[in-house]
């Protein structure tokens, strides 16, 4: 963690390869369990 707050690194561009929440396999792997919509909208119409 050090590193990461070094005052080198502390100006570099954001670079989504270091985040982990940003990677594409990760975000269409975990879109499957989120709902499609909040409770309480048209889902509950469409029954």
């Known amino acids: 963690m050090t590193s990461d707050n070094s005052p080198q690194n502390s100006t570099d561009p ?15 792997q975990n879109a499957g369990t989120q709902p499609d919509q909040a409770e309480g909208e048209e889902e509950d119409d469409a029954q």
């Open 14 to 28: 954001y670079d989504p390869g270091q985040d982990p929440d940003a990677d594409p396999a990760n975000l269409t």
